[in-house]
Each structure stands twice: as structure tokens, then as C-alpha cells.
């Protein structure tokens, strides 16, 4: 192994595989410091355990919230407003209404989410939550921290101008999938962060 370059040569095959890439030979960088995470993100202990989090913040907010408040308003507005003015209920225009609704629903929690969310890893005398959302609100999933083997970086989807988009995983006797959201200073802190309590 060579941890500075970032590779790794195994002796039964002779391939070359990158360190960073291997959930086998995943290892935290020499330097990384948990105490000292990147804006948005923090690692708070106490006796009873720790937790781990970053923000979902993102530049994208600052289209998307105006987007989902003009669509929102001028769709539902013209649907549903109309018939509130006009006093005028009309079944067809209220069914062709309902796509407009999800919609509204859809984008509002994703711009709020890259706007005010978090993400973080809680765990509290052996008993973990993953828990992604916006203050108090928000999915949440349980777990044992003893059943966790390793942290993984996953390839789970691509974006627009098809490059790859990351999520993390707690990796043991389940596969527990998280955190897309984060900008890469924060996934990489989220990621180094979790190896180095395992």
C-alpha cells in the first residue's frame, strides 16, 4: 500500500486499486482531525455518545426557492385560486390541479431542504439514528453502532452533466444509505469522520 498516493497493489493478482476507492482498504487521512470540521458541519461528544452532521445547504437554493414560489403561485393560483375567487367549484380543473400539487410538495421540501437541512449520525450508548430532514422533521432510521463494519462511499446515481453523485454508507450487517445532499468538503468530512470512530 501506498497511502500518500492514494493506491494499492494486491500480491495475488497484481491489480491496482486506489485506496480511497476500497471499502478493504479504506483508511482516514493522515492529518484528518474531527475536531475541526469544514463550515457546516460539526462533531459534538459527550458521555453518552456522539454525534456527526452537516447542513444540506446549497447555492441551488438560491434559484430554486424563487422557482418553486413564481411556479407554485402561478399554477395553484391559477387552478384553484380561480375557483375560490369565483366561487365556482369545477371537478375537471380540481383533477388537472393534483400533478401541480405534488409538484409544489416535491420542490418546496427540496428547497427547503438545501436551504435550512441537516443530516447527522447520532449515537447514544450503542443505539444509532441516521436522521436527514429540516429542524425536527425528517426520515429517520435506527440502528447498532456494534453492527457496523465499515463506511463506504457509494456511486449511486449521475446528474445532469453525467457525473457521478456520492451518498455514504454505514456498512455491516445491514447497508444503511445516506447523505447525498452535502457539498464534498462536508461528505468527505461526514466519511473520514465515521471511519475514524469505527
Known sequence: MNVAQDVAVCAECDEVIRLSESSKWAVVPEGFDINDPPPG???RKNEEGWEIGASTRSYIALFLVPFTC???GLSLGGIYGSQIFSGEFDPSLSLFGIPFVVGTI?????ALITSIGRVQVTVRQGKGVIFTGIGRLGYKRKFNWA????VEE?????DSNGRRIFTLALVGKVELRF???PNAPRKAFLLNGLRSLI
Open 179 to 181: 447523505a447525498m445532499m
Open 154 to 158: 457509494k456511486a449511486d446515481a449521475h
Open 106 to 110: 416535491f420542490l418546496g421540501t427540496f
Open 41 to 43: 458541519a460539526w462533531f
Open 147 to 150: 453492527d457496523i463494519e465499515r
Open 70 to 72: 413564481v411556479w407554485s
